[in-house]
C-alpha cells in the first residue's frame, strides 16, 4: 500500500499596496492638504485644497481612483500654463 499525497499549501498571497487620497497642493504646494472625493452616483469626481481652497473636479468612471482625478488635475494645471505646446 502507498501513502496518501499530502496536500500542497497554496502560495502566501501578495499584499496590494493602497493608493494615496491625499496629496500635495499645486498651488500652495502644502503637503497633504488636498483631499479626492468620488460622488459614484452623480459620476463626479473633486479635488480640493484645505489651505487655499482651489478645487478641480471631473468625470470619473468605474474604475476611476483618487490618483487619477490629482492626476488630471495636475495636467490641467501643465496645459493652462504652457498654452504654445498645444499650437504645435
Known sequence: MGKRKSKAKPPP??????????FSCP??????????????KNLIG?????I?????STTVTALTEPIDIYSEWIDECERVNNPEDDDA
Not at 487655499?52 to 478641480?56: A, I, S
Open 46 to 50: 473633486e479635488a480640493s485644497c484645505r
Open 13 to 22: 498571497r501578495k499584499r496590494t499596496d493602497k493608493l494615496d487620497t491625499v
Open 27 to 40: 498651488f500652495c504646494n502644502h503637503g497633504t492638504s488636498v483631499e479626492c472625493k468620488i460622488d459614484m
Open 52 to 56: 487655499c481652497e482651489e478645487n478641480f
